[in-house]
């Protein structure tokens, strides 16, 4: 059994973490650390967990949890990681981190966009990017990994075939994504209050949103190439889910059903990569509360363009469950341990 931490428990991406890791038959979760709950049961704060996790929430002790646990997996706003993670490495752990603090390869892209200082450059080369599809050798040995963030998951794994195979014109790729509530996280700001949400739909930091740089790193890595994207997300009315629509210009004359073998084969290792049949696409009812991504894919010929779906469970796949996956790969377990349950749907 690996002795796990979770710090930042009681947030929407550690309460789903905890909630994935209870059943987990090679976890034993040796510390719940909440503080603004210092004390309480976690099922007094989501009573969901009554008589199945009562754990009590502690405060942050480095030198307490380190001794506890194998991995720490942290979720904490983007910048309080500066308090934690380094005095986690001193210690020997290893950590599953959720900020934007570790995902970055440039300092200074990071500070242009999240605006702030970034106070571990001296972690980074400790620390590589968690999309198992991508970097599952690396994962395995990493002392951090920087869980993506779920609209790049999304986006990412959505272009990537494509990218791969040389078959986009590379100066226009546009991606629209629209995400439930929850991932704004458990916030009280007046956006994202129930009368604001319900029964609208909108736009949000449009060509500004940070998770923009994330994506176009990634791209360029596997383009080998700079890669600029045009990324609007928007807000939906519904707690989880998330819906990428991807736009880019093929280099070359394809059918639908040409992409899609493409796809199939790219992926045909991947349990949670399901490529969709010609003519169905995906929706989010099929993912949320699971860690699958479903993708599926349409030819405009009239305009020689591509138009890839892909969903996810924002808090699956899309955070918590990617971290499940990433601690399986840390720990040599099989990667889908505890993850295969599907999707919700109703």
Not at 139 to 162: F, Q
Not at 257 to 281: A, P, Q
Not at 296 to 308: H, M, P, Q, S, W
Request: with cysteine.
């Amino acid at each position: 059994m690996v002795n796990v931490g979770v710090i930042g428990a009681t947030g929407y991406v550690g309460i789903e973490i905890v909630r994935l890791l209870q059943n987990h038959p090679g976890v034993n979760i040796v510390s719940v650390v909440s503080q603004s709950f210092v004390g309480r049961k976690i099922s007094d704060i989501y009573p969901n967990l009554k008589n199945v996790f009562e754990m009590e929430c502690q405060e942050l002790d480095i030198e307490k949890i380190s001794q506890e646990a194998d991995i720490l997996i942290t979720a904490l706003p983007h910048g309080v990681s500066k308090e934690v993670i380094p005095r986690l490495i001193e210690k020997g752990k290893r950590v599953i981190d959720h900020s934007g603090d570790f995902r970055y390869r440039s300092v200074e892209v990071y500070e242009k966009w999240y605006n702030t200082k970034h106070e571990m450059p001296e972690l980074l080369d400790l620390a590589v990017y968690g999309l198992p599809e991508i970097y599952r050798d690396k994962i395995a040995e990493a002392r951090i990994v920087a869980n993506p963030g779920c609209y790049p998951t999304c986006s990412i794994l959505g272009i990537a075939p494509l990218l791969a195979n040389n078959l986009i014109e590379t100066n226009n790729i546009i991606v629209d994504a629209a995400s439930g509530v929850t991932g704004a996280g458990r916030n009280t700001e007046l956006p994202y209050q129930f009368c604001e949400c319900t029964e609208n739909f909108k736009a949000y930091k449009v060509a500004t949103h940070r998770h923009t740089s994330e994506i176009e790193q990634e791209l360029s890595l596997i383009a080998k190439e700079e890669i600029l994207v045009s990324f609007t997300p928007h807000l939906v009315p519904m707690k989880r889910g998330m819906l990428c629509t991807i736009y880019a210009n093929l280099k070359y004359r394809k059918s639908t059903s040409e992409l899609l073998k493409i796809y199939k084969d790219h992926y045909k290792s991947e349990f949670f990569v399901r490529i969709l049949d010609e003519g169905k696409l995906p929706e989010t009812k099929h993912v949320a509360g699971s860690n699958y991504i479903d993708i599926g894919l349409v030819v405009d010929e009239r305009l020689n363009r591509v138009i890839v779906l892909s969903a996810l469970d924002n808090l699956g796949k899309g955070a918590a469950g990617q971290a499940v996956q990433d601690l399986n790969i840390m720990c040599g377990l099989p990667e889908n341990m505890g993850l295969t349950a599907p999707g919700l749907y109703l």
